[in-house]
């Protein structure tokens, strides 16, 4: 088994012009929010708010003849659903591998890269990666023509749930922008492919104020941190969650990723130390908006659900409108 290259060596690759989108998507790979600018990222938003606002009769099957294959080798639920979906709604073929490292060849030793060239040679438009190591979707794109969609890169980056977060926001806090907003991320900031993407998306955005809270053992990269901070972010990092939830506009919990300890007992002592509770929420602002990628397992109790300033489930709605805004563009339906 060969090494995943170093995030720093990952992130080098896509600065190059070659990787870069402006705003054209057409036949592009998705692999980074390395690769986007504020000009592209206004333009996926754009996108997603006109194909969930059409009117019935205005919406038509535009990705027709278009086929996506969506191949995981990793758990999900919403990922996958929702790629699915979205290219349902629009009218794609749309053909889904749940467990690949089980049910594709890779369980006999095939490799990535001999994979998306099949996969390629089957008639495919675009493939849709999940995989468990962070250099994977680079990988497939250097393998195939075919445009890759990253829909999770081992614990380096999950793009398009950055763009489905970026959007919750502007929604739920009814701003125009991200810019003077305070931004806490909580729970597993180490392991966390969710807040790697969204931390740089929101600074892309103009964000400016971020709260970084965690145990020691989970605290945000420090190369991240330190390209944040270059970018003139102010970082604020605790272990403090009472205090730190007076101070966000956005709260971003995450579940401690228990698939990436190296022992149980290593997780059994992280997982529990910072839970969101009702008594959490009475020192939040009445205005914050609390999120979460999901799946939720300890860190959020469920008597927050009925809180409205809890928006896990409508972010979760959000990754239709996403996801079906980048399969339009980068199969080039909409420019
Ligand atoms: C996240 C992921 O897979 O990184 N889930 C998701 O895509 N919504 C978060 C997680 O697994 O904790």
Redesign the pocket.
Known sequence: MSVPLPPDQIFAVLRAPSWQIDTRFAGKDLISIEQLRASSVRRILAVADHLENLPPAYQKPILTDINIAVLFYQP?T??YFSFMRAGQLLGANVIGIHGMDNFSSAYKGETLIDTVRTIEALATDIIVLRHFDDDSALIAANATSVPIINA?SGKLE?PT?ALLDLRTILVETGQPSVEGLTVLFVGDLKN???VHSLSKLLALMGCRRFIFDSPPQLKMPRNLVDQLALQDVVIEETNNLPLAVQYADVIYD??V?KEWFRSDADYQQAKDSQQITPAIMSEAKSTAVLMH???RVDEISPDVDADPRAAYFRQVNHGLAIRKALLALISGRMS
Do not use: D, V
């Open positions: 999900s919403r990922t999770g999950h749930q966390g492919r969710t995450t579940r990723q990628p999901l799946p």
